[in-house]
């Protein structure tokens, strides 16, 4: 199954993008804010 992260600090349309992803099969991450990834860092696998 595909992964796909999601940076979007607009919660509502991060939560509609991730239903609609899902909805075709793929496994969704979300982060609110781009620099909460760097500091847990990028290259994680998801």
Do not use: C, P, W
Not at 3 to 28: C, G, M, P, S, W
Not at 30 to 44: L, V
């Amino acid at each position: 199954m595909t992964k796909i992260l999601i940076v979007e600090d607009e919660q509502n349309l991060a939560r509609f993008i991730e239903l609609e992803l899902e909805h075709e099969n793929y496994t969704v991450d979300i982060e609110n804010d781009g620099k909460i990834r760097s500091r847990k860092g990028i290259n994680k696998q998801l």
